[in-house]
């Protein structure tokens, strides 16, 4: 048996050693972490919040984001949430309202989705009846742009010619005319495409009216009930 280390080296070494042990591991009589002390409360909300988070819900549902069902038990969970931790529940797996993570978008450099796509032959590569849809999608948003200058122009041009004298106002309508068609040939977008613009525009504005219809309609319910009981 080797010879003992002495009593002041021992006690010294458990004074460093037996703290942090037990700082690491020991828990409050209740089940809490002793170092950290207790949990802050959950911050609670008020009308306000809740009438906000359904707001959201029904933008939410009328972009497609959530279903009838969906939409109608999470507005119903917003109404008689009591903490803010209830309601970020209810929008986790939803995105930023600045805008969303899209079907068609293009996978993250290095993910796998990404590595298959690179790794695919270039036949399986072919521009897909979706994809081109998509293109199409973004060349309707810049034609947005273009008819939006064209219409300003068009607006002040209307100004000119009312209230002042100005004598070549007129070719204001030149160049509103010039822009809108010139925004059609940079973009290269047939007569055919703009129809099916124009169809797709109409159908999602038709949709989303719907939505909205339903999600106020789902909210005056809400409220009423809220109002009676």
């Known amino acids: 048996m080797g010879p003992r280390a002495p009593d002041f080296l021992t006690s010294r070494f458990h004074s460093l050693t037996y703290p942090v042990f037990m700082n690491e591991t020991s828990h409050g009589a209740d089940g809490t972490d002793s170092t950290n002390g207790p949990k802050p409360p959950e911050i609670r909300i008020g009308d306000t919040d809740r009438h906000k988070a359904m707001e959201r819900l029904g933008n939410f549902f009328a972009d497609g984001y959530l279903d009838i069902d969906e939409f109608d038990e999470r507005t119903e969970a917003a109404a008689v949430a009591r ?104 973009l290269g977008i047939s007569d055919d495409e703009e129809e099916i613009l124009e169809e797709i525009s109409d159908s999602e504005s038709k949709r989303r009216t719907e939505r909205l219809r339903i999600a106020a309609e789902k909210r005056r319910q809400i409220e009423q009930r809220k109002d009676l009981s």
């Open 83 to 186: 903490s803010q931790a209830e309601l970020d529940r209810l929008f986790a797996d939803l995105p930023s309202e600045s805008g969303g993570t899209g079907a068609l978008a293009e996978p993250e450099p290095g993910t796998p989705g990404s590595q298959h796509a690179a790794d695919a032959p270039a036949e399986l590569q072919q521009v897909s009846a979706e994809s081109e849809l998509q293109a199409l999608l973004e060349k309707g948003k810049r034609l947005k742009i273009f008819d939006g200058f064209a219409f300003t122009i068009g607006l002040i041009t209307i100004g000119l010619l009312v209230f002042t004298e100005f004598e070549y106002a007129w070719t204001g309508f030149m160049v509103a005319m010039a822009v809108a068609l010139g925004g059609r040939a940079v």
